[in-house]
């Protein structure tokens, strides 16, 4: 890894690929055309002192195939083969593996692997299809560049906001559980959809995170400390030392003018939330990135206008795919009141295990989609009509 310099000789030729951000779906192409294409003179350019920030990127088994599995499976940090969810009036175990990846795993494994292709402390300060320039005025050049440098603010989307802090912490005494706890909505809703998140990684120790899903995507972070703490508490956990802390606030799509988004990149090669590649209801992003990076590990032609037109296909297809998803966030953010969003989706855990998979998996058959709206809904009919109808941004945003 090198930091950024003015040192010609690593101007000197046009690189094929240049990657923007080393955040998770960067760093996952970086890795699959490293591997599958080392031939390709790439370089990823992060500007924290690693590649990954401070995450925990979790999937369903059933999210990937075989064959990803495998390839994904060294960066895995632990992994599952059930999960709980608790809601007020269910509480309920679901049989399927469950694995979390750390971002020190990440930065650790990927490393090494990329090697010179990988560059860290280094800023960009502006960035076209196919250059980048530094802080520092170098300009590097390259057949593409991707900007994987997260989610941007437009006015072709209408979002909610998945907002959580979590904690990962050492208790004193061993916690007792066995699997994963994806949702605890049982807890106080506090003006939207809030449940508590449990991933245990060790006989005593616990990531927990405080999760919100809100309108607006501020959330006091003192608040959401003292909510682990009392959910700890209330456990009969004794926290003795907080061993690390990550906070972040992912998109939750309700509406979308996808051609118009995609327009406003004026052809610039995108991946990762930028790209809109991500869950549009639970937010989970990482089986994306991995068909992302093996969809452009596959790309014959690397340029940036074939490239932005090969990923640009694929947002489309994803898009397409989950205008189901969007409803049912507009029906969870737009009908009822907020401190009873957790009547949806404790309907939906009481459905069966396979759509449940599916639906996570982003994949819902039309079956499924009948029966997850089928029956009385949890939220009053006029208010999810109305909720549904409003199928464009400006829409949502004239009705707030």
Not at 94 to 122: E, H, K, M, Q, W
């Amino acid at each position: 890894m090198r930091p950024a310099g003015t040192n010609a000789t690593l101007n000197a030729k046009p690189y094929d690929l240049i990657l923007a951000g080393g955040g998770l779906a960067n760093g996952l192409i970086a890795w699959r055309l490293r591997t599958a294409r080392p031939d390709l003179r790439i370089l990823l350019l992060e500007q924290d002192a690693q590649i990954g920030g401070n995450h925990t990127w979790s999937f369903h088994d059933s999210d990937l195939d075989d064959a990803q599995r495998a390839w994904l499976a060294p960066l895995v940090a632990a992994r599952w083969p059930h999960y709980e969810v608790v809601f007020p009036e269910l509480q309920r175990t679901l049989a399927g593996g469950y694995a979390s990846i750390a971002s020190d795993d990440f930065a650790r494994v990927l490393a090494p692997i990329l090697g010179d292709t990988l560059r860290t402390n280094t800023t960009i300060a502006a960035l076209t299809p196919t250059s980048v320039t530094l802080v520092d005025g170098t300009v590097l050049h390259a057949g593409a560049v991707i900007d994987g440098r997260g989610p941007v603010h437009s006015d072709r989307l209408a979002l909610g906001f998945q907002t959580f802090l979590g904690q990962e912490v050492r208790l004193a005494a061993p916690h007792g559980l066995t699997a994963p706890i994806l949702m605890d909505a049982s807890v106080a809703q506090q003006g939207g959809y809030r449940f508590v998140y449990v991933l245990p990684f060790g006989p005593d120790r616990l990531l927990i995170e405080d999760t919100h899903y809100v309108d607006a995507p501020e959330r006091d972070p003192e608040r959401l400390r003292a909510n682990i703490a009392a959910y700890a508490a209330a456990r009969g956990w004794r926290i003795v030392e907080v061993l690390r802390e990550e906070r972040g606030a992912l998109p939750i799509t309700l509406a979308c003018d996808h051609d118009g988004y995609w327009d406003d990149l004026h052809g610039q090669p995108s991946s990762g939330l930028r790209a809109g590649l991500f869950h549009p209801t639970t937010g989970y992003s990482l089986p994306h990135a991995v068909r992302l990076a093996e969809r452009i590990a596959q790309q014959p032609d690397l340029r940036a206008a074939a490239l932005f037109a090969a990923i640009r296909a694929h947002a489309t297809g994803e898009w397409r795919r989950q205008r189901f998803f969007r409803l049912l966030n507009r029906m969870l953010f737009l009908a009822g009141e907020a401190d009873h969003r957790w009547r949806v989706m404790q309907r939906f855990y009481t459905l069966s295990a396979p759509l449940i998979a599916r639906f996570y998996a982003g994949r819902p058959t039309l079956g499924d989609q009948l029966r997850v709206v089928s029956g009385k809904p949890p939220v009053p009919v006029g208010q999810a009509v109305a909720a549904a109808l409003k199928t464009q941004p400006q829409q949502i945003r004239t009705s707030a």
